[in-house]
């Protein structure tokens, strides 16, 4: 009987055939042995449709082929299993051996979604990563690579979404109704084998949701040198969201932070001699720090951080650096009455000196015994953030056993909040004061804690060394007690005492919250400013005042070149309802950008060479009859070839813009014209 080759009963044949085609590859090979094999038997005891065929390919060595009858469909039917037997041509059969046969499936079907288009809605302001809603494709392929989806993409690049390998689409930040009420998109899927399909149309709802707080607010505001008022908000609107709360009084206050600019805030570019001036301060005040110069070698050796400010700050390190001042400069006995003030920025000591803060003394100035003894007669210095005023009486006979104060202890935050603040002690024995920023010091029970003593004890051929940023210990021949910060302008005012006012001056900062004005004010509000004119608070009844009060407050900067740069603007708001309690307001912050300020140019033109007859020239000429001067903004000078009438109108416009409106331009405050060198009567000179 015919016996099929290396074939095993159990096992059977394994073949596969590539859906859409005929030709089968079947493992083993099959071939006839033992007899000449005439046809093949099909069969399947299971019932199933079998379309296959067995054609013999070589009779000699009994080889065979297996073929399907038509085109095979994996989605229809993706697994075969019959019976093979081989019918030799002297009539017997070989056993039947099953064959196993796989179509293997081809990508032929895209991706095909379940939905036309798919819809979704996500209220505004959720945080990232918001789920919205989930789409789905499907595949009609056969096989899990085909017909799996493996990807979902987004086509539009720029749309705050994504999407996962499992459909599901999320935000990627809070989203706007303002900016967007709707989102409009395609997204396309992929099987695994990366068949792409149709791209469907997805789009997205923004609900718009009532947040309490400020609307319309800019978030950068441009400032123009010279531009005076700039209104900051006029677009402001308070949204309170209807229902939440009926208002009884709303109180919006607005906070200019200027600490980083300068000295705390933009203020006239004088040296201090020269606002000290403008401010009407005793001209006898004496600067212990000047820039230095011929007179002023004492401060030579001292670190400065010179910015565009005319005034210099000195640096001291808390451990090298201070100054001696030469009694030629100012008198060691500052009487029993005087006025000490200083620019200070200073911070609380850190690391291992923070541990002794409460012994640490840090003196701004200082005057002791030169030698043999190291008594302090006057000194301010700083002990754990506070300012302390030592002002020892000298020894007089009558008074020799006199208890009298001999020390003031001022503890104020300034001290130490490495922020630049102005002081000022103010003596008129026994009484003292301190000012800081131009304001007096809110006088406690406790503070300033005023300490008595005994006058000094007499001594002979002892002289006194007046240090600024340490004090000198006679004794040990040594400095010690060292000053760690800036300071600059600091004055002192022998045997008089300086105006509240110009110590007011002296801090008052050019720019500032410009209030609405009293008639743009309703019934019931009020508008307040404080005395840096850097906060102001609006309070109102109703809505629509407050945002009209808001919408009027403006930055003002009257300095012809202010600092450049950015100043913070805070608004913080309380609405008060007529429940009692307080809805809340999220505090807002805007910026004011202060622009470059365009330098100023002065352009002289003239004719160059003055060529006339030899008779004017006896009678005398005018050298400078065609001189042009134009001040911040060139202008071409009158040709010299112009009619009469022309020179007349040049003339005029000249002295227009020479005389004329100046407003919003620096003053000349000097102007002179020098002839270098003597004119020659001499008829042959030419006079140039």
Known sequence: APRLEHVNSEVGYHAIVKENSRNVKIMPRIRVLDAKVCRFLISNKHHTEAPFEVRITDDAKGEAELFAKKDLNCEKHRNYKFDIAAVGCNGLVSENVTVHLSVDDVNEFAPRWEEESYQGSVDEGRPPHERVLRVRALDADCTPKNSEICKYDILDAHVPFSIDSEGTLWTTEPLDWEVSSNHIFQVVAFDCS???SRPVTITVRVNRVCRVGWKGLEERVEYTPGSGRRALFPDAQLELCEGSCDPEQLTARLTLATRHVGKGCDRDTYSVDSQRKLCGASSDSVDLLPSPGVGAEWTQGLPTDEGRESDQIYEFDGATNAVVIPESTVSHNLTNTFTVGFWMRHKAPTGGAAHNASHLKEHVLCNSDDHRMSRHHTALFLRNCRLILLLRR????EEANKFTPAEWRWKTPEVCDDRWHHYAVSVNFPEASLYVDGRPFKVTANNPEIVDDWPLHQTKNINTTFVVGACWQGKDNKMAFHFRGYLTGLSVLRGRTESPDVLSCLHRCKEWLDVPPADAQATGTEVASNAERSEVTVMARDQDTLEDLVSRVAYV????????????VHIATTVMCSNGKAQKVPTEESWVTILAAEQPSITINGTPNLAREYEPFKQGIELFASVFIAVGRERPAPSPSSSSQEEEEDEEAATTWLCG????????????????????????CNVS
């Not at 000298?394 to 006979?397: H, K, L, N, V």
């Not at 002179?672 to 008829?683: E, I, R, Y």
């Open 661 to 684: 409106d100046t407003r919003g331009q620096q003053p000349s405050r000097r102007s002179a014209a020098q002839v270098c060198g003597p004119l020659s009567p001499d008829p042959e």
């Open 557 to 568: 900067n009257s300095r012809d070149f202010p600092t450049p740069g950015r100043r913070t």
């Open 394 to 397: 000298e020894p007089i006979q």
């Open 194 to 196: 990366m068949k792409q």
